[in-house]
């Protein structure tokens, strides 16, 4: 049986003064795996929550001298004990997309399980420290987001959608993305064919999630265009055969609204033209690839 061994460790604010980390010995959930043990020591408390508190601390495996940086997320405090999501959650990593680990999602170094007195089971799931979350979404290069997005996409290639996915899902290390809280993920088919471009007018695709990533990580360009002077025209509305409703938005500005026809003309075309540029583009190549003006 592999087991792993916690030492002692600050618990989250606010639970009872007895509730301390267990320091025995944690059996591995899967059962089949070799035997071996497990340390984890420099425990430090990165979410202090009792639902979900989740540590920092250095690995150490037994067959190697170097220590790992982990991550080790716990239900231990919590009122509702959460095992049938933790070991769903366990099996996303060493099951259903094992492939993965350690490229879109992190390494899992197991589940492992507390049973108190009264047989309840708690969970401690020990997982790759991978980095930080994103703070700035508009600070992060197309590069990246596309890089993302390739890797949201290979969850869906393999069969499941994330399933909860927001910015505090996504982290980042040494410029590569990684989505982690796998615990709602669900099976999927991804329809997803067509590829999309960093800046590229927001469209109507196949997936939903695909579409919230694109949306979370402002890869679809602002739905709102600003014309000096005029006013502020939806993106989606600058297009040659609306030209005589834009003016008809203007008309508070100016009864005569065919004065401002050269300039939304002018307008319409810049949009039409960077529209055709992204079908080029799109029909060109694969998926997803790093073509975008910056
Ligand atoms: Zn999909």
Known sequence: MTSLQLNAGPSPW????????????????????????YFIDNLELLVDDMETALYKGSLKLPDSPDLVKVVVKTDFFAK?????????????????????QGLSIPYCYGL?????????????LVLEECGDLIDDV???PNSFKLKALDA?????????IHGDLS?????????????????TAEPHKCEMK??????????????????????????????????????????????????????????HRNRDTEVFRPQVEQLVEKMEAEREYYHNIRSQRRFIEPVAPE
């Open 14 to 37: 606010g639970s009872p003064y007895w509730k301390k980390l267990p320091t025995e010995e944690l059996a591995r959930y899967d059962l089949q795996a070799p035997t071996e043990k």
């Open 80 to 100: 509702a004990l959460r095992t049938s999501a933790f070991i769903h959650e366990a099996d996303m990593y060493e099951l259903h997309l094992s492939s993965l």
């Open 112 to 124: 492992f399980q507390h049973k108190d007195k009264e047989d309840k089971v708690s969970s401690f």
């Open 138 to 140: 508009s600070s992060l």
């Open 152 to 160: 949201l996409y290979e969850i869906h290639c393999a069969g499941y």
């Open 167 to 183: 910015l505090n899902n996504i982290t980042i290390k040494d410029g590569q993305p990684f989505f982690i809280d796998l615990e």
């Open 194 to 251: 067509e590829r999309i471009v960093v800046g590229e007018e927001r469209r109507k695709i196949e997936c939903d999630e695909i579409d919230l990533c694109c949306m979370m990580l402002e890869i679809w360009a602002d739905s709102k265009v600003k014309v000096d002077g005029l006013l502020v025209f939806q993106r989606a509305h600058l297009r040659r055969e609306n030209i005589d409703f834009l003016l008809s938005l203007l008309i």
